[in-house]
């Protein structure tokens, strides 16, 4: 009995390794939505999403999340802000749940990466998330 457990333990995780593997190989493929002044729209956590900027002329960045739906406590939002060569230029500070980023750029295109993550194990959820981004 103590053996079935044991191989039916092994199984069940190599079978959750494969699937964890599985998300972080597809995650540099994320679709890249742009990143525009005002509200986004909102998306769903847990998840990484990828937001491309193009700056025209030195500006003062900033982005800020705020989690909309109920149970937000067990739910975290952060980002990083990468130039083109992929060089991390800004992280966010933490604002509760929330995050707010300030950084001031050059003219050039910026990648901003948002990870939501569930501070609870529940991988399911409603919870959702959206930018407030000024650009001035």
């Known amino acids: 009995m103590k053996r079935a457990t044991f191989i039916m333990s092994a199984l069940i ?7 964890m593997a599985g998300q972080a190989v597809a995650m540099p493929n994320a679709p890249t939505w742009a990143l525009q002044e005002g509200n986004s729209p909102s ?20 982005v800020a999340s705020q989690l909309w739906s109920h149970g937000a406590d067990g739910s ?18 933490a604002r509760g749940h929330n995050f707010v980023l300030t950084q001031s ?13 569930r501070l609870s194990g529940r991988k399911e959820t409603t ?4 930018l407030t981004t000024e650009l001035n």
């Open 13 to 19: 995780a190599g079978v959750m390794t494969a699937g």
């Open 43 to 62: 998306r769903l956590i847990p998840t990484l999403d990828r937001y491309h900027l193009d700056v025209d002329a030195r500006s003062r960045l900033q």
């Open 76 to 93: 975290r939002v952060s980002a990083l802000l990468k130039d083109e060569q992929g060089n991390v230029v800004a992280r966010s500070d």
């Open 105 to 117: 750029l050059e003219p050039g295109r910026y990648i901003l990466d948002v990870h939501g993550t």
């Open 127 to 130: 919870q959702r998330y959206y």
